[in-house]
């Protein structure tokens, strides 16, 4: 993770101006520490876009982006993808460009190869936070294990029609919990202290035990990326409409394997989701905006994360963004 | 990114009469971004008269809220009370502040203006009164002449500094300590020695020639730390550093000078005035940061969640352009889950006030004392000031007054003749006790009914204002946060309004902070979402509860699916 800053630094009057609304919400320690994070995000698709472009803008240190997607074949919700972007530049190139003129304070780059390239040793070293976007649980799930290695924040985002949902592994999150009480003489008295948040795995949280759980008051989409986790990792793909088969005989198996009734995962549901080839502008804003808070928050290491461990936003369950704790 | 689409940027204040009803109704729903009240109230009046559906918005740091306003179908922006800018008693301003934020204003509102800007604006220069008498005072009340802080012919701009800071800091508090009736139960204050702070200053080494400021005060000292809480003698160095630059930097302003917020030397001297106000008072001292913050009312708004309460805007305004109003719902935003798991939780939208002043017919109260107040104050401060119209009319019996650009050069000259005349002596007889006054503003295509009370013996620490509103008013209920325009800021409307509404209910509390934006903690927000909606009495807890439960659920899986599906066949 980020060092702490170093002590008695100041940010420049510029940086004191640019950033002056969001330091009133989290202050000038986690800007610093914000300043010094590296992140580093893997697939430049609608998802990255959002979340990439909301960091840069709160100040990160650096970002690093890992997708040789040419532009030619450039997903229409990334935004930071100009429309006439020479077909021989890839998607991360493009993007980079993008985000380096949106603020001149962050170190922008790009490493080649696919998305997978991010998990090699020597790019997974240069980082404090790595960001998976749309990417199969294949890649998650062995991610998930080199980051809880090293010591790497894992933020993992799929957002598929009027679907999206986030993963966090934070690992073991030590953060400043603060109480600002205002005094009647118009002071106020501030308590600090150090907490700690344990974040299970990507496989404890794909795999845990559903009995006991209120089934009414959990996310179907909790249920639905469970079973198509499971595809995934035996196809190292996502699934499409055609694998609506295979996808129902692997719920009957999630649903036996976490103890719950299989009439609680919607059916509908799972084939709307298998068969969703495109995501929705809105719905990555929702999710890349959260995805976004709670990377400032886990590398400023101030105020308690929101979601440990899923957050899931879902149109079929009335667009409620739900935040399950799994595993 | 998409090259086939047809934009129009408008560059204006929304409030411009070319934005008006026939503008509006070209389209097929308005997305409101907006920054402040008067806007966001004066937006819904034309969406209503254009019945065009309005997507409302408002963040505040991790917080956000969007809610939807479709005229006849569910409630409009304004017909629960909105909360407006805090004010205080001026009395406790001028005499015996006892926050910080007391101070601010007084360095902001009175003072500011009395130096740099048009002395008309600024109440310091009134007598002081004796506490909640309403009269003046004795000895000690002795009104301030407002000539005494015009800059005297061959004064240098130091010596300005300085005559008016012995003034302000030594006279005036040396004046109120003389007047025991306010220190009965309070400490009284201390004046400053000018005189000592400079000596100390001079043993300090740097010497009592004032650097060249250009520009900031705080540069040309050293105090670049905006986070750093000054001393008394570092707070008056600045003091005088700043009213030195606005005298010989920026002459061409002095008599019309605005406090603005981004204005550096500006916020550079309302810090140190009010300090060292505070320090007389033995308040606490704040920051350049926290100062600039409450002086401006800085809404504390971020990229993140604007981006999410972008995507819900766009959430809402698909479902309205794809025909589906009635799966419009009212999203929150929250900074932490709780029991219920939700981070943006979802209610249907209200249904409309049947006594909202706005979209509906109802009438409201105006206790008020008839002989005091003017008709320049009645339109300033009530209509204009509370029920954000933007050039109204009234009329009753035979007496008419009204604004606006159609009006002949005599018609105008004959109103503004009747803006200084109490309202029960205005023509036909006079606006008293029982008069109901017809109100309304063409722009807006406002109407409402005013009934006066009179009512004499107001006591200025309850109601500084002076006058009460009564009835469903698109007004305050309470005291609660200053909810001022901030330039790039969102500043959180519809915020306050689910706070305010689920404060009746039992598990929300209302905290207001520092900054004075209201923020919902509740233990399980749709307890206080059930809340909000029993608060108005239209729908009842059970019912909503019930939109969790299975019922209600398949519905809404059925609305959104739908709504998609059309989404997807035309794209």
Redesign the interface.
Known sequence: MASSPKAGEQLTEHEAAIYDRQLRVWGVETQKRLSQARVLIAGCNGLAAEVAKNIVLAGVGSVALVDDTPCSLRPPSNFLVPADAPASTTVAEASATTLAEMNPYVKVSVLPGTPVAALAPENLRQADLLLLCGQDASVIAQADALCREDGVALFAGVCRGIFGWAFADLGEHTYLWEKVEEQKDGSSSKTVEERMLSFPSWAAATSCSLQGVSTKRLSKLYLLLRVCAKFEQQQERFPTAEDAEALAALAAGVCSEAGIDPAVLPANQLAAYAAADADMPAINAVVGGVVANEVIKAVGRKGEPAVNNFFLFSLADGGQGSVERMG | ???GVDITAYQGNVKEARFGVDFFRRFDCVLNGLDNLEARRHVNRLCLAAEVPLVESGTA??LGQVSVHIKGATECFECQPKPTPKTFPVCTLRNTP????HCIVWAKEMLFPLLFGAPEASDLNETIGAEGSGEDGGEAGQADDPSFYQRREGEGSRQYAERVFRQLYSTKIEELRRMEDLWHSRRPPEPLNLDALLALEANGGSGSAAPAAKGSACKALGL????AVWDVQQNARVFLVAVQAFLDERADELGAAQFDKDDQLAVEFVTAASNLRAACYG??MQSL?VTK?MAGN???????????????I??EA?KLLAGAPAAC?T?F?????SG???????MAAPTSNPACMVCGTAQAGLVVDTHRMTLQQLVDKVLKGRLALLAPSLSCGSFLYEEGQDLEEDEVTFYRSLLPRPLASLPGGGLVNGSIVEVSDQEQQFKAQLVISHREDWDEEVHPEGFELSGSLPAAEAEQQPAAPTA??SEPAALPTSAATAAKGPKAELQ?T??GVVVLTSDDEEAAEAAAATGKGKRKASELAED?GQDG?RA??QE??D??DLLDDSD
């Open positions: 990114m998409r090259p740091g991790f006892d926050k910080p934020i670049t730390d905006a986070h308040i606490p940061f913050g800085i809404i504390h708004a971020i990229a993140t969640t604007n981006a999410i309460v972008s995507g819900l766009v959430l698909l719902q999203s935003l929250h900074q932490q889950v219920s798991k939700r981070l943006v939780s979802r790039t800021a207001e520092a900054d969790d659920k809404r899986v959104g699916t709504v998609v």
